[in-house]
């Protein structure tokens, strides 16, 4: 028998119709983090995180103008959203965004349900600019994942590249990451910003036979100049003074405030007196 073909196109339609994504009036917020990370986990989403304060004037802003402009919901379809309030809310919430150096209000992060940071946006932005600003960390997510995958390849372009993602979204040790796992491998660029990264590293951490150790390879190895010299005899005299080498620390620092051409005079003064003061128990 013959099927009539309107009938058929209209079947056609309404069947493609019924199996779209259902659209959205609004961002759909997430309550607590455990269900966040789930729903992140099971559809392979990332999580937006808008971490704000109830005193923050352009929280609210963001609340007012941005999250209801339509691009912007659109776009969180592909997202699965909550709100942090850092000061306010639970352990959960707050230990889950704590790796990520939030130092501002509004912070809206882009982390995927394992935890891994993709993105993040600092401070108002309108709703198509923060639309478009979504929409280009949706699509960076495959690229660093990529680079994910090359760096553990041993490629160390990927890698290098991967670092630059990791210090432009403000994830240090993610970056520290990569840097001791090239330098594992023997496959770390002689370049003095990679071994100070390292250095300030192991002085965070208390390590300072190994803080001590880099910054001599930086000044003996690399030759460094400019601020890049500054940062090395700075972070060396520091990390002596802290690991019992007083004396020696402080013949390092005064000699560097003898040197004529010496840039830095004022700073290796500062850090001197600095020093000499925490040794006396005077903290000005």
Not at 56 to 65: A, G, I, R, V, Y
Not at 66 to 87: C, F, G, Q, R
Not at 193 to 203: A, E, H, K, P, Q
Not at 223 to 246: A, C, D, I, Q, R
């Amino acid at each position: 028998m013959l099927r009539n073909p309107i009938l058929i196109a209209l079947s056609v339609f309404f069947f493609t119709a019924t199996c779209k994504e259902p659209q959205i009036s609004e961002i759909q917020w997430k309550d607590s983090i455990e269900d966040a990370v789930a729903l992140a986990l099971k559809e392979d989403k990332m999580i937006m995180i808008d971490v704000y304060t109830d005193w923050c004037t352009w929280c609210k802003e963001l609340d007012e103008k941005t999250y209801v402009h339509p691009d912007v919901i659109k776009e969180s379809a592909s997202l699965v959203s909550i709100k942090i309030n850092p000061e306010t809310d639970g352990v959960e919430k707050t230990e889950f965004i704590a790796p990520f150096s939030v130092t501002g209000y509004p912070t809206i992060l882009f982390v995927s349900g394992e935890g891994r940071l993709y993105g993040r946006i600092g401070g108002f932005a309108e709703g198509p600019e923060f639309a478009t600003r979504m929409t280009a960390i949706l699509e960076n997510k495959d690229k660093i994942d990529d680079l994910i995958s090359r760096h553990g390849s041993g490629d160390v372009e990927a890698s290098l590249e991967l670092l630059e993602n990791y210090e432009t979204l403000g994830v240090k040790q993610d970056a520290i990451n990569v840097i001791l796992d090239l330098k594992a491998k023997g496959l770390l660029p002689a370049e003095p910003d990679y071994y100070i990264s390292l250095g300030y590293y192991y002085f965070d951490k208390e390590n300072y036979t190994d803080a001590i150790s880099n910054f001599d390879y930086i000044f003996t190895d690399l030759k460094p100049l400019g601020e890049t010299y500054f940062h090395t005899v700075y972070m060396k005299g520091y990390s002596m003074f802290l690991s019992g080498e007083k004396a020696s620390a402080l013949k390092l620092l005064n000699d560097q405030v003898k040197l004529e051409e010496n840039e830095f005079k004022s700073q290796f003064s500062d850090l001197i007196a600095f020093l000499k003061n925490a040794e006396s128990g005077v903290v000005e």
